[in-house]
């Protein structure tokens, strides 16, 4: 009896693991992201401990921006005019992010997110795994950041 109880118990956690994403899953997309690890093909990681600049994402109905952000010592950002255009596309059970630049297109597939953690997937299978950025606080006394 054990051991189906570890099976079953398995089973269910490698399956809430690998939950499809819903159309409403791509709002969970807004907002500041950081990058905490990528992982490549042949399963060696590079993690990220101190990240000098985030990802923000502003997407509604399928279409936005990314843009790059540098995180500021009092809970603010600084922000270039750079963006690159966002569109998402839903395929057969999966999601994939079309960016575009002036100079650029490429693509990502949406592989997971929930309200913290998001990973992307190039085409050449490299996954990027971000955790939902807070802002820098130091200059504020620990007053709350808006």
Known sequence: MNKIGIFVVS???????????????????????????????????????????YDFFQVKNFVGIRKKVTPAL??????????????????????????ATF???WDEELVSITENEMV????KAVEYHYKRAKPLNIMKNGKKTQ
């Open 11 to 53: 089973a269910l956690f490698f399956i809430s693991c690998n939950r499809k994403i819903d159309a409403a899953d791509i709002d969970k997309m807004n907002g500041y992201w950081e990058i905490e690890k990528v992982v490549f093909p042949n399963g060696k990681e590079k993690k990220y401990g101190i990240n000098e600049m």
């Open 74 to 99: 009092d809970g603010s950002y600084f922000v270039n005019l750079d963006a690159e255009k966002v569109t998402i596309q839903e395929g057969k059970d999966k999601f994939v992010v079309h960016y």
């Open 103 to 105: 100079y650029s297109q």
């Open 120 to 123: 992307l997937k190039n085409d």
